[in-house]
Nanobody, 118 residues
């Protein structure tokens, strides 16, 4: 199983970035895909998630600014981040999750750093 995140970088406040996570070795279309982030000294938190059926969840802090999407044909999930703020600075991790009775599949990518300068 491999989740390869990309697209991080340095951007000024108000700017945009698009993160991508390419997966292999999983049945992507049935997985709940998520983006989490972890800032220095803080716990990892959910940023956005998209279910296999396409329903989405967002952290309150990113609603209206971030959009998660998935491309099942390319086994890829994206996170479009607009109107970035310095407090969005963190390492962003891709997650693939699927739970059924008796079995949990929970996979993580290596993370990509997003730095937003003021």
């Amino acid at each position: 199983v491999q989740l390869q995140a990309s697209g991080g970088g340095l951007v000024q406040a108000g700017g945009s970035l698009r993160l991508s996570c390419a997966s292999s070795g999983i049945n992507f279309s049935i997985m709940r895909m998520g983006w989490y982030r972890q800032a220095p000294g803080k716990q990892r938190e959910l940023v956005a998630a998209i279910a296999s059926g396409g329903s989405t969840d967002y952290a309150d802090s990113v609603k209206g600014r971030f959009t998660i999407s998935r491309d099942n044909a390319k086994n890829t999930v994206h996170l479009q981040m607009n109107s970035l703020k310095p407090e969005d600075t963190a390492v962003y991790f891709c997650n693939a999750f699927k739970w059924v009775v008796g079995n949990t599949n929970d996979y993580w990518g290596q993370g990509t750093l997003v730095t937003v300068s003021s």
